[in-house]
């Protein structure tokens, strides 16, 4: 079946530094991806979207490209803020159900 | 607009109870999907009801049930309680039943302890 592998974490960074969350997929078909983002206490929210082979998602900073050769999605941002601090999950989308990642969360220091 | 909202926001219960787990889609959505989030794990599907109708179910056991309403909002039942049915209960809808674009947006959760 459909599954995602995201790097482990817990990841610590410093404000300022670059932020790289590896995603990789087992898929049949042509799946989309995303990046889900929750923050402490709440639910989750969509960070950005890929649906083809090729695709850069972005948003808030963060970028995503979808490459169907390494069956990867990995997530960067070139320069966090404190306020990225959260968990990030890498989903897919077979038709009707999202499947997610385990997770990575994010600590970034002042 | 509101987006999706879930009640309640927190539950407490004990093992072998049973538990009904609200959720109303954004307005204008047909479509609503449960999922469960473990501790420290990601959120596995559950249910998705479209136009009322069960379309996919997720690998749990059948104390887990849920229906869709005329309205569109949803409820999630468990029955006889584990103490590995703690977790934070997502719902999230979307405009559409299927289709591998299909966007859902998820509400603050539930969450739910068995003790």
Not at chain 2, 15 to 21: A, E
Request: aromatic share 12%; net charge neutral; charged share 20%.
């Amino acid at each position: 079946g459909n599954s995602v592998t995201q790097m482990e974490g817990p990841v610590t960074l410093s404000e300022e530094a670059f932020l790289t969350i590896n995603c990789t997929y087992t898929a049949t078909g042509y799946p989309s991806l995303f990046w889900y983002v929750q923050y402490p206490g709440e639910g989750l929210q969509l960070l950005l979207k890929a649906t083809k082979a090729d695709d850069k998602g972005s948003n808030k900073g963060f970028e995503a490209t979808y490459r169907k050769e390494t069956t990867s999605f990995h997530l960067e941002k070139g320069s966090v803020q404190v306020s990225d601090s959260a968990v990030y999950f890498c989903a897919l989308t077979d038709d009707y159900k999202l499947s997610f990642g385990a997770g990575t969360t994010v600590t970034v220091r002042a | 607009d509101a987006g999706v909202t879930q009640s309640p926001t927190h539950l407490i219960k004990t093992r072998g109870q049973q538990v009904t787990l609200r959720c109303s889609p954004i307005s204008g959505h047909k479509s609503v999907s449960w999922y469960q989030q473990v501790l420290g794990q990601g959120p596995q599907f559950i249910f998705q009801y479209y136009e009322k109708e069960e379309r996919g179910r997720g690998n749990f056991p059948d104390r887990f049930s849920a229906r869709q309403f005329p309205n569109y909002s949803s409820e999630l039942n468990v029955n006889a309680l584990l103490l590995g049915d703690s977790a934070l209960y997502l719902c999230a809808s979307s405009n559409r039943g299927a289709g591998s674009h299909n966007e859902q947006f998820f509400g603050p959760g539930t969450r739910l302890t068995v003790l």
